[in-house]
């Protein structure tokens, strides 16, 4: 990782690493009840959180409700929503240390 760049954590390994390396996970508080996002291009403000770009990351943080720790609020999450995103998303960063 190079030493300018942000270090993120991921909700849901806890794999820490460079912020090139996640997807990064927005609230949209349009809809109701507010639903978890893909970030995208787009720069979207507030509270983020930070995900591996595998699936078992993505089951991890929903088994442990980690994206309502996160966020600090009850939300919903698509999860065939964000598991299209993973698969779609390119591969910026490396694999976590612990094999996932």
């Known amino acids: 990782m190079a030493a300018n760049e942000p270090e993120r954590q991921c909700i849901g390994c806890g794999y ?3 912020q090139s390396g ?3 996970l927005t ?3 349009d809809t109701e009840p507010p639903r978890v996002v893909v970030a ?3 720069v979207r403000r507030g509270r983020g959180a930070y995900l591996c ?3 078992a990351c993505l089951d991890r943080a929903l088994h442990r409700r980690a ?3 996160a966020f600090r609020a009850s939300v ?3 999860e065939e929503e964000l598991a299209a995103a993973l698969e779609c998303a390119p591969a910026g ?3 976590n240390e612990m094999g996932e």
Do not use: K, S, T
């Open 93 to 95: 960063g490396q694999a």
């Open 40 to 42: 995208g291009e787009a």
């Open 67 to 69: 994206f309502q720790r």
């Open 22 to 24: 996640f997807l990064r």
């Open 27 to 29: 609230v949209d508080l």
């Open 53 to 55: 770009r595998r699936r």
């Open 16 to 18: 820490r690493g460079a």
């Open 76 to 78: 919903m999450v698509a």
